[in-house]
């Protein structure tokens, strides 16, 4: 080694070894925010911590065997979390984004490296990886977070940004909780797999609506054409006006209910690829 380049050496060696023990703080102390705890983390593959209860034993069972799948498949855990509130685990005024950050490095969500490649004695490869998610969604706080893998490196923020906004918070905002889960959790499955994402399911009531209007619609014409303005269907027009206000208005009442699910699977995977934030 020339003169020149062991001065360099030795100016960039303590510096190197000071920058790599700040990150490792950084990190350390990411994980460890006084007073902020977490909920209890669930089995390897058991994909769900519940705590606000809002699932049934059989959606998790549907659930877990879903995610399942996935992580034999695409080595990709799906970890759902459900809260009471931030506020609970000492994270009251903290933004959902960094607890579900913290929340996501402490559990270490996702493997940073896998092996890919033939089986047995044929060739197989470590590659970086780190593609955990986690959906986390409290409760009494009215938000939800999709939070990445540093591997996915923020290119599915905006796929994150549409799945928050059309399978999950319309869900949420009818109270249906549950439906909102396995709705969101079935687009980021697909996300997972770079599938085409289907659109939410409709709730029953949209269909009910649509053929009764339709119904409506063909009374009406009848009775204008047999009857003139005498007849009977500005009554029916009334009483469908009447009881989609009253759909309407349950719709806006129920918000509070609740349903929901969580879980994964761990190898010290950290965050920092990105999501998206959803609030009802």
């Known amino acids: 080694m020339h003169g020149t380049e062991k001065m360099l050496a030795r100016a960039f060696w303590p510096r190197g070894l000071w920058v790599l023990a700040c990150v490792w703080a950084i990190g350390v102390a990411a994980q460890q925010v006084p007073g902020v705890s977490y909920p209890p983390k669930p089995g390897d593959r058991e994909f769900i911590s519940d705590q606000a209860e809002l699932l049934t034993p059989e959606a998790r069972k549907a659930l877990k065997k879903r995610l399942d799948k996935l ?3 695409k080595a990709i855990p799906i970890i759902v979390v459900t809260i009471p509130s931030l506020a609970q685990y000492g994270a009251q005024g903290m933004r959902i984004e960094l607890y579900a950050r913290l ?3 402490h ?6 490296k896998i092996q890919v490649g033939g089986r047995g004695r044929g060739r197989r490869a470590t590659v970086e990886w780190n593609k955990g998610i986690l959906l986390l969604i409290s409760v009494g706080d009215r938000k939800a ?28 905002k009818r109270g249906d909780f549950a439906g909102g889960i396995e709705a969101g959790v079935k687009a980021l499955e697909q996300m997972a797999r770079e599938e085409v994402i289907e659109p939410p399911p409709r709730p029953w009531w949209h269909y009910a609506v649509f053929l009764g209007a339709i119904a409506l619609t063909v009374f009406t014409i009848s009775s204008l054409i047999r009857h003139g303005t005498r007849g009977w269907a500005w009554l029916f027009w009334g009483a469908a006006l009447g009881l989609l206000w009253f759909l309407v208005y349950n719709i806006l009442m129920s918000s509070g209910r609740s349903g929901g699910f969580g879980g994964g699977s761990f190898g010290g995977g950290f965050s920092g690829g990105g999501g998206a934030t959803g609030s009802w």
Request: charged share 30%.
């Open 71 to 73: 992580l034999t498949d």
């Open 103 to 105: 929340l996501f490095d």
């Open 145 to 172: 977070r999709i939070e990445l893998g540093a591997g996915f490196g923020r290119e599915k923020d905006k796929l994150c940004g549409d799945i928050m906004r059309t399978h999950i918070i319309p869900f949420f």
């Open 107 to 112: 559990w270490g969500i996702g493997h940073p």
